[in-house]
């Protein structure tokens, strides 16, 4: 039975190459890849998911899962046996056909995405975007689902969610979070006119590049790069690339973009080895992936102790621009907290009701209440109600992000379950690493680093999502210390109400 | 037959869409992939190469190439069917596993060569090349030769080459570059002192790119970047990837580089387009490939009136380090002829000197009458009895180009190639366009380049070879054109001998 899986293991390790070469052809795609490049790049990576397709369902795999099926294995063994069953079981009811006109399709509705976008014209993407949702409609109505049919656009992102535990959560955020956006935006708005300058774009890379390097991501296994829209690619536990965005109006956007991101590297980079090439090697869900650079980002980065530390390297770089700012000011003008229309410039309080809507119309997408060229009017709408802003143009609003011309619908959810995961997780760290927050006000991460790799990144998929937050916080995911965080948080800044 | 000729265009542009992502992979591995990327980055090229292989030698495509064998093809198709038929025919010799094997190891094989080169340790390097080179005869015998075995490695660069021609063509080129050498040697050497000074890259960047521009190289179908070795990538006709080096103390060997990559370039850019990811689509070999580089390299980028037109800006860029140069001066300066250690640094008159030896060390490793192990002495014996020049170490000797490790033996002698089919070709050129260098002095270039494309570029892969240079220039390829130009040139610089 050993050759077996050794076979078994030889096979998912093939298909794994295979899902690095389409990595690294897709972060090309975002940072490199000339502009006319796009069709035949579209190509290349429906032929390669076309071939990922093919190995996965191939019948000798599917004999090789079949076997070890009752072959009483355990450990690892079992964890990336069951994975694969998993996978293996999808793809089985999708035909290579979709698979690769599905892929190809992906490519070039996000060439009209970003083009629609720079034209603020949703009409052009419209088309675009029916195809996309009807393809993976069909998708998930071939693979098939147990109560909401969103369950199947939920869980290719967040393995083992459901709606009926899902959806109840984030309706418990909003009731909290709505009161909460009330109080704040009564209260005194902190100012920040040391913000509306000219940060030239050069010194922010510097600064940018020193915070990756303290934060411990490795250069020696990873890339830093710019493209449009910032992300995280992990090619391999060995090649993680992170991306970031500069505008010389915003001194913290490609900041934060840059601790974002890392947070997503750190986990990459900390994976199993031993489990590289496999599921045991892989992250558990985009929850808890988010839930790493929630964590870095907000409760490291936009923490008082950060600033305490960084604001005065920030101030040689920026000698005119922040002179006589100090670490109060500072860190209050950048956790205003103020309904805007763009999600991923949005406060961490604001930043979840950007993705409640989102859910709220992927679900009408999904059960066919709302149609696609309802979207910018009910997009409109809902930021009103929700947020009491309301977009001048398409580009910012319906057309500024990108996850749904890649056909990533049900994706958004995880956003705010990693809110609240890390939330949960950096509660319970705070308990058991006693003078963290002193650390980071020596700019020294390497604790809670440790502490982050030990307890979440070096399980690898081991455990599912529910069963690590129990594992390592004792409890199951709710919203309480996400809004305990918040609650604390904002209290400081805006005094107490 | 119609239907059954599409099925095979599908399987052949899907084998080209594997290709696209393996030439990205390797293009990234030498440009932006992170340092310990390299071993997955192996494995993962190493994959790709066995999907490639499998895919080549499917069953349905060797029945398919049957079918067509018989059908009557003509024109585009049949040429299609010939190059596609060549290569499965090649592919059925050799196993797939050991494909994978060599691809891997290529990939490790290079990063050894990188750390040796870098230590100047040839010991090093040694047991790596000892397994390529013991890989490569492998693969060589499983093919099979007629004549000699180096056949059946210079077959793979250079489609239909022999050696019963080519060495003989060579041995003419030798008997009569020696004594060139010795004239100009013993002739006054031009002195080029402003050479020597530091000139910053930042602006040999802007030069380069202005250039690069100006030859009509499409940036938004291609790209220029920096790596170790400068190489051309064709990723496809709409992603052609060029890469130079800088060097504070060097003025030209960046510009060159990109002149030279562009000649690549512009060739892989002009390819037909009607035959896309198929061998019509393709270029015709390495030496019609480097006769494009070596033409816009030499003939037109080292000639005077592309000088009396560029160095004015050059002069703007670099106004103290080049003050009162003169365009004669800066002419002759950049076309010192100097025995030298380095390849790709060599001048024009002694750079086949350097192919020829690298060519006979080939032939011994290949006939098993030169050992690795002796290649460090072999190679320092005939550097002096060619050149006169003696490697301090193995960095400047036997260790300075990439292509041994990666594999690439009978490649040299393209290079040689290239350079008589382009004074060849330039000759043709130059009777046909009246005027031409004086385009050329106004730093006009559409007239040659439109020649190149038409009879050559969107050629594809029509001809052969020796067919193509026929039916451009009226006649076989030999020796006189380039004897000629040299001589002409260095007359003009060096003055009658």
Same mark, same amino acid.
């Given at each position: 039975?050993?050759?077996?899986?050794?076979?078994?293991?030889?096979?998912?390790?093939?298909?794994?190459?295979?899902?690095?070469?389409?990595?690294?052809?897709?972060?090309?795609?975002?940072?490199?890849?000339?502009?006319?490049?796009?069709?035949?790049?579209?190509?290349?990576?429906?032929?390669?998911?076309?071939?990922?397709?093919?190995?996965?369902?191939?019948?000798?795999?599917?004999?090789?899962?079949?076997?070890?099926?009752?072959?009483?294995?355990?450990?690892?063994? $079992? @964890?990336?046996? +069951?994975? &694969?069953?998993? %996978?293996?079981?999808?793809? *089985?009811?999708?035909? /290579?056909?979709? #698979?690769?006109?599905?892929?190809?399709?992906?490519?070039?509705?996000?060439?009209?995405?970003?083009?629609?976008?720079?034209?603020?014209?949703?009409?052009?993407?419209?088309?675009?975007?029916?195809?996309?949702?009807?393809?993976?409609?069909?998708?998930?109505?071939?693979?098939?689902?147990?109560?909401?049919?969103?369950?199947?656009?939920?869980?290719?992102?967040?393995?083992?969610?459901?709606?009926?535990?899902?959806?109840?959560?984030?309706?418990?955020?909003?009731?909290?979070?709505?009161?909460?956006?009330?109080?704040?935006?009564?209260?005194?708005?902190?100012?920040?006119?040391?913000?509306?300058?000219?940060?030239?774009?050069?010194?922010? $890379? @510097?600064?940018? +590049?020193? &915070?990756?390097? %303290?934060?411990?991501?490795? *250069?020696?296994?990873? /890339?830093?790069? #710019?493209?449009?829209?910032?992300?995280?690619?992990?090619?391999?536990?060995?090649?993680?690339?992170?991306?970031?965005?500069?505008?010389?109006?915003?001194?913290?956007?490609?900041?934060?973009?840059?601790?974002?991101?890392?947070?997503?590297?750190?986990?990459?980079?900390?994976?199993?080895?031993?489990?590289?090439?496999?599921?045991?090697?892989?992250?558990?869900?985009?929850?808890?992936?988010?839930?790493?650079?929630?964590?870095?980002?907000?409760?490291?980065?936009?923490?008082?102790?950060?600033?305490?530390?960084?604001?005065?390297?920030?101030?040689?770089?920026?000698?005119?621009?922040?002179?006589?700012?100090?670490?109060?000011?500072?860190?209050?003008?950048?956790?205003?907290?103020?309904?805007?229309?763009?999600?991923?410039?949005?406060?961490?309080?604001?930043?979840?009701?950007?993705?409640?809507?989102?859910?709220?119309?992927?679900?009408?997408?999904?059960?066919?209440?709302?149609?696609?060229?309802?979207?910018?009017?009910?997009?409109?709408?809902?930021?009103?109600?929700?947020?009491?802003?309301?977009?001048?143009?398409?580009?910012?609003?319906?057309?500024?992000?990108?996850?749904?011309?890649?056909?990533?619908?049900?994706?958004?959810?995880?956003?705010?379950?990693?809110?609240?995961?890390?939330?949960?997780?950096?509660?319970?760290?705070?308990?058991?690493?006693?003078?963290?927050?002193?650390?980071?006000?020596?700019?020294?991460?390497?604790?809670?680093?440790?502490?982050?790799?030990?307890?979440?990144?070096?399980?690898?998929?081991?455990?599912?999502?529910?069963?690590?937050?129990?594992?390592?916080?004792?409890?199951?995911?709710?919203?309480?210390?996400?809004?305990?965080?918040?609650?604390?948080?904002?209290?400081?800044?805006?005094?107490?109400?």
């Amino acid at each position: 039975m050993n050759a077996r899986y050794e076979e078994f293991i030889r096979r998912v390790k093939e298909l794994s190459d295979i899902g690095q070469a389409q990595g690294l052809l897709s972060w090309d795609q975002e940072t490199y890849m000339p502009p006319r490049g796009v069709a035949l790049r579209a190509r290349s990576l429906g032929t390669l998911a076309g071939l990922h397709h093919e190995r996965l369902t191939d019948p000798a795999l599917v004999d090789l899962v079949e076997e070890l099926r009752g072959a009483g294995l355990s450990g690892d063994e $079992e @964890v990336n046996w +069951r994975f &694969v069953e998993r %996978d293996q079981r999808r793809a *089985l009811k999708v035909p /290579r056909e979709l #698979v690769v006109e599905l892929s190809q399709f992906q490519s070039l509705a996000h060439e009209a995405w970003v083009e629609a976008r720079k034209r603020s014209d949703f009409s052009m993407f419209r088309p675009w975007l029916e195809k996309v949702l009807g393809l993976q409609l069909e998708v998930a109505h071939r693979v098939g689902f147990e109560g909401s049919p969103y369950n199947a656009f939920l869980d290719e992102y967040e393995p083992y969610a459901r709606m009926e535990t899902l959806a109840p959560l984030l309706e418990a955020l909003r009731q909290r979070l709505v009161p909460l956006v009330g109080r704040l935006a009564a209260g005194r708005r902190p100012a920040a006119p040391f913000l509306e300058q000219e940060f030239p774009v050069d010194r922010q $890379e @510097v600064f940018g +590049r020193r &915070v990756l390097a %303290d934060l411990g991501f490795d *250069l020696e296994r990873g /890339r830093l790069d #710019v493209s449009v829209h910032p992300f995280c690619s992990g090619i391999s536990p060995l090649d993680v690339r992170l991306t970031t965005r500069y505008s010389s109006k915003e001194l913290t956007s490609a900041l934060f973009g840059i601790i974002h991101e890392a947070g997503h590297g750190l986990y990459e980079q900390g994976l199993p080895p031993e489990g590289e090439g496999t599921p045991v090697g892989s992250s558990v869900s985009l929850g808890i992936h988010e839930s790493q650079s929630r964590l870095w980002e907000n409760m490291i980065g936009r923490s008082r102790p950060f600033w305490a530390h960084y604001l005065p390297l920030l101030r040689e770089l920026f000698p005119d621009q922040l002179k006589g700012v100090e670490v109060d000011e500072f860190w209050s003008g950048i956790n205003q907290v103020r309904p805007s229309l763009i999600r991923v410039d949005a406060d961490e309080v604001t930043y979840n009701l950007h993705i409640l809507m989102r859910f709220e119309l992927e679900q009408g997408l999904v059960d066919g209440s709302v149609k696609v060229a309802e979207l910018p009017e009910l997009w409109d709408q809902r930021m009103e109600a929700y947020l009491g802003v309301r977009p001048p143009d398409a580009a910012q609003g319906v057309l500024q992000d990108t996850h749904w011309s890649i056909g990533l619908i049900g994706y958004f959810p995880t956003y705010s379950l990693g809110n609240l995961y890390a939330a949960q997780f950096f509660a319970q760290a705070q308990e058991e690493l006693p003078g963290l927050m002193e650390q980071v006000e020596q700019g020294v991460f390497g604790g809670l680093r440790a502490w982050l790799n030990r307890r979440i990144h070096a399980q690898g998929r081991r455990l599912r999502a529910e069963e690590l937050v129990s594992q390592v916080t004792g409890a199951p995911l709710g919203v309480d210390a996400f809004m305990a965080y918040l609650e604390d948080k904002y209290a400081a800044i805006y005094g107490p109400n």
